[in-house]
């Protein structure tokens, strides 16, 4: 079983920035691709951006240029800087965890809310 616990959401203003960060307790962390999701109430689950083991990245498109995410394999982290944040980035933020070796899964989810 592989605990994911997301933190660092919360409420923000137009423009302002977040950082959340996904903490794994598992000792494969650095062999799994960790992904960020998110939830707009009322809508599916959408990917946001990825890491893979190897540090490659793949970001949805709403997420080009103003979301960044990165790892530490050191401290079983994975995290999301996100910068310029827009009232329609206002979602549930979830982290997924993916290795072939026990498989998939999903952190609890944190709120983000961006609003003047």
């Known amino acids: 079983q592989v605990r994911l616990v997301e933190s660092g959401g919360g409420l923000v203003q137009p423009g302002e920035s977040l950082r959340l960060s996904c903490v794994a307790s598992?000792?494969?962390?650095?062999?799994?691709?960790m992904t960020w999701y998110r939830q707009v109430e009322g809508k599916e689950r959408e990917l946001a951006a990825s890491?893979?083991?190897?540090?490659?990245?793949n970001y949805a498109d709403f997420a080009k240029g103003r979301f960044t995410v990165s790892r530490d394999n050191a401290k079983n982290s994975v995290y999301l800087q996100m910068n310029s944040l827009k009232p329609e980035d206002t979602a549930v933020y979830y982290c997924?965890?993916?290795?072939?070796?026990?498989?998939?899964?999903w952190g609890q989810g944190t709120q983000v809310t961006v609003s003047s």
């Open positions: 598992v000792s494969i962390f650095s062999l799994a691709t």
């Open positions: 997924y965890f993916s290795s072939p070796i026990t498989g998939s899964y």
């Open positions: 890491i893979t083991s190897g540090g490659s990245t």
